[in-house]
């Protein structure tokens, strides 16, 4: 089962503005992973945040974690029409001897040159 | 750079045939994942090893799909027979899978997938 659930599904925007995407969770989590998908592709590794970390950013990606309300966003500033793809959130859950990774549903990002 | 090698990337197959798939993880990587993605969906986990063993398969139907990694390197995944719901991407991934410090974080490497189309 899906443990994330991405807001919103679907994104449509025009190159150079900014993409935010909401990702919801249920557990508690060790760690929350963003991950980029190309159509027809494997999905590729963007950025890690840990559990005590509120912040991080990696070039024009900025996410944020709050674990009180089980939330984190992804925002890619300036976007490009090769940011155009599926990202997906997943979590590393803590405490359960499990190491896989659960992911959410997706959203599907459109950046119109 | 190193990457997860998968193959066939693509293979269609008739209901109640069996297919296999092939993964090759990064060197080094201890734990080897298979995920299957259906369409518009993110992956969901079918099986976890961690060198040779198997460490999560709960979510594998076991009356049809069977996976192993005898040597703690490659792996197989198998469905026997078909089905036309197992129309999918199924995704192998690795992990470095060992301690790293404090804690062990487990960024995947994911290899770009087998896309299974049951007829």
């Known amino acids: 089962s899906q443990q994330g659930e991405e807001d919103p599904q679907a994104l449509s925007i025009q190159e150079g503005e900014n993409a935010t995407m909401n990702c919801s969770y249920k557990t508690s989590i060790n760690n929350l992973q963003w991950y980029r998908q190309n159509s027809g592709r494997g999905l590729v590794h963007l950025i890690l945040?840990?559990?005590?970390?509120r912040e991080k950013h990696s070039g024009r990606l900025r996410v944020t974690l709050d674990t009180s309300k089980k939330s984190s966003s992804l925002l890619i500033t300036a976007s490009r029409a090769a940011d155009t793809a599926s990202y997906f959130c997943?979590?590393?859950?803590?405490?359960?001897?499990?190491?896989?990774?659960?992911f959410g549903s997706g959203t599907r990002l459109q950046v119109q040159p | 750079e190193a990457e997860v090698a998968q193959s066939p990337r693509y293979k269609i197959t008739e209901k109640s045939q069996a297919v296999a798939f092939w993964c090759d993880p990064i060197?080094?990587?201890?734990?080897l994942y298979w995920y299957r993605q259906i369409l518009g969906q993110g992956p969901e986990l079918l099986v976890q090893?961690?060198?040779?063993?198997?460490?999560?398969d709960s979510q594998l139907p076991k009356d049809r799909f069977s996976a192993e990694r005898l040597k703690g390197v490659d792996s197989t995944l198998k469905i026997q027979p078909a089905e036309l719901g197992d129309s999918a991407m199924y995704l192998c991934?690795?992990?470095?899978?060992?301690?790293?410090?404090?804690?062990?974080?487990?960024?995947?490497?994911f290899g770009p997938g087998t896309r299974l189309t049951v007829l």
């Open positions: 997943a979590t590393d859950a803590s405490g359960t001897g499990r190491r896989a990774l659960t």
């Open positions: 991934a690795s992990s470095l899978g060992r301690l790293a410090g404090e804690k062990l974080y487990n960024e995947q490497f």
């Open positions: 090893f961690q060198d040779e063993s198997v460490v999560d």
């Open positions: 945040i840990r559990s005590n970390e």
């Open positions: 060197s080094g990587h201890a734990t």
